[in-house]
């Protein structure tokens, strides 16, 4: 095994990288199947070949496992490696000293050979360590703003493969028609910009002062009420991006959009080269959000809004979570939660909504939602399929009994029954049916007048039935 694992770093294009890869890396030795016996660091922390360069070079098996040159029996391990001739006075002083080594190595056969990371503790090899490890030596090329872009950009927030491809950009090292034509693979007149066509392509005037890179970041400065100037390149302007805020979960946000934006502008630039295929600004924009709520749910934060929510009400990202931060004490025996819902339906349009009630009977979560004419029961049973999908999101909500509270009697006894009711709303119906293999215990109810009380109580509130919301108290 070599070290083509750590290929992929970004780092190793720095001086010295190659060397730093080499030394902090050690075979950890299993049952010597996996580690190659010249090449891998398994012993002495260094590879045999380079400590024993006579003896590689006459190895018959210059590629052979550790576990190919030894033969474990009653007696212990013996060592049979082959050579292409009969070894020489100068061989043998070098078998001498590579012999008293082999004679101190165990091989732990219930395990597998691993690669282990030396500067880190673990093992494991991070971006993080190799850049400390780095600077401890001659010193980083990097220039002193992408030393301090450093913490802002590895934060596991997007996937790895978009860190990486950003920290390139931020090098100038990404295949941009500039630069493709310095290294005289495309001609000068080819540069121009495949989202404008008026200026030359490089990282900064494609990520930044391109009218349709500009349009991107401007939708996403207005949803904000903010007036943002770029300075010059890129690597400046992710130094300089912050969002004045106490929110974390927003801060978070406001990190990993800079990299989603500048991602998918890199993805429909390529589908216009390599697709001829050109998307308006409105269709990335809804893309962008995509991509972010997708990275959002590996945080692992109880973030209440699906991706159409999301879409449909942008200015959801911006949610705080205080309503779990402050649990009650004492939770009482009985259903603590419940949910009030109701729906109505105009000529051309329906709407539905609901809030939630403690069990000291205050509101904790508000929702409306628009949508087409829906027979009433229908409407009921999507009013009630949303009130706990909002729950489920939730764990502290998620972890107490809910009831489920309508004016609808029918809906009432279809949720609460195995099975029944129109085959038009059986998948919706399956899954509240199904709630409980989730871990969320359902009761369902019959009030009458329940939908007035819940239009009374979101116009108390200031929202519209029509709004399409969710609001936790």
């Given at each position: 095994m070599d070290l083509a694992i750590f290929s992929g770093a970004p780092f190793a294009v720095e001086a010295g990288s190659g060397k730093l890869l080499k030394s902090g890396s050690r075979m950890q030795l299993g049952n010597g199947e996996r580690a190659l016996f010249w090449h891998d660091p398994w012993l002495n922390n260094s590879a045999l070949k380079t400590q024993f360069p006579r003896l590689f070079s006459i190895a018959r098996l210059p590629l052979a496992s550790v576990a190919a040159m030894a033969q474990i029996n009653d007696r212990g391990c013996q060592w049979n490696i082959p050579w292409i001739r009969t070894l020489r006075i100068r061989d043998l002083e070098e078998w001498d000293r590579l012999y008293q080594l082999l004679l101190q190595v165990r091989f732990q056969e219930d395990k597998e050979d691993k690669m282990m990371w030396e500067p880190n503790k673990s093992g494991s090899y991070s971006v993080r360590s190799f850049y400390t490890e780095l600077s401890k030596g001659s010193g980083s090329s990097l220039n002193p703003c992408l030393q301090q872009i450093i913490p802002k950009l590895w934060k596991n927030l997007v996937p790895y493969k978009i860190e990486v491809f950003f920290w390139l950009a931020l090098q100038g090292r990404i295949n941009t028609k500039k630069k493709l034509a310095l290294l005289k693979i495309l001609p000068m007149e080819e540069i121009i910009c495949s989202l404008c066509k008026s200026d030359p392509e490089d990282t900064s005037h494609l990520f930044l002062h391109c009218p349709f890179a500009h349009e991107i970041w401007g939708w996403w400065w207005k949803m904000w009420d903010i007036s943002w100037v770029w300075p010059s390149n890129l690597d400046?302007?992710?130094?300089?991006?912050?969002?004045?805020?106490?929110?974390?979960?927003?801060?978070?946000?406001?990190?990993?959009?800079?990299?989603?934006?500048?991602?998918?502008?890199?993805?429909?630039?390529?589908?216009?080269?390599?697709?001829?295929?050109?998307?308006?600004?409105?269709?990335?924009?809804?893309?962008?959000?995509?991509?972010?709520?997708?990275?959002?749910?590996?945080?692992?934060?109880?973030?209440?809004?699906?991706?159409?929510?999301?879409?449909?009400?942008?200015?959801?990202?911006?949610?705080?979570?205080?309503?779990?931060?402050?649990?009650?004490?004492?939770?009482?025996?009985?259903?603590?939660?419940?949910?009030?819902?109701?729906?109505?339906?105009?000529?051309?349009?329906?709407?539905?909504?609901?809030?939630?009630?403690?069990?000291?009977?205050?509101?904790?979560?508000?929702?409306?939602?628009?949508?087409?004419?829906?027979?009433?029961?229908?409407?009921?049973?999507?009013?009630?399929?949303?009130?706990?999908?909002?729950?489920?999101?939730?764990?502290?909500?998620?972890?107490?009994?809910?009831?489920?509270?309508?004016?609808?009697?029918?809906?009432?006894?279809?949720?609460?029954?195995?099975?029944?009711?129109?085959?038009?709303?059986?998948?919706?119906?399956?899954?509240?049916?199904?709630?409980?293999?989730?871990?969320?215990?359902?009761?369902?109810?019959?009030?009458?007048?329940?939908?007035?009380?819940?239009?009374?109580?979101?116009?108390?509130?200031?929202?519209?039935?029509?709004?399409?919301?969710?609001v936790w108290l």
């Open positions: 400046q302007a992710f130094e300089q991006w912050a969002f004045p805020s106490s929110n974390k979960f927003f801060r978070k946000i406001w990190s990993s959009i800079f990299l989603v934006i500048v991602w998918s502008i890199w993805k429909e630039r390529n589908c216009r080269i390599f697709n001829g295929q050109m998307n308006h600004p409105e269709y990335i924009q809804n893309l962008i959000l995509v991509r972010l709520c997708w990275w959002v749910r590996a945080w692992k934060e109880p973030f209440p809004f699906s991706v159409e929510e999301v879409i449909r009400n942008p200015k959801s990202l911006f949610w705080k979570m205080e309503a779990r931060n402050h649990p009650r004490k004492t939770r009482p025996s009985q259903p603590s939660l419940t949910w009030f819902v109701g729906a109505s339906s105009l000529m051309q349009r329906g709407s539905l909504g609901g809030y939630l009630l403690s069990g000291d009977n205050r509101v904790i979560c508000l929702f409306s939602t628009p949508c087409s004419p829906l027979p009433l029961n229908s409407a009921i049973v999507a009013a009630t399929h949303r009130a706990l999908q909002i729950s489920l999101n939730i764990a502290s909500i998620k972890s107490q009994p809910i009831r489920v509270v309508s004016s609808a009697w029918q809906v009432s006894q279809w949720c609460s029954s195995p099975e029944g009711g129109p085959s038009n709303l059986s998948f919706i119906l399956n899954f509240i049916r199904s709630l409980h293999k989730k871990g969320m215990a359902t009761s369902f109810g019959f009030l009458n007048g329940c939908g007035k009380k819940v239009d009374r109580m979101l116009s108390a509130k200031g929202l519209s039935r029509f709004s399409d919301v969710v």
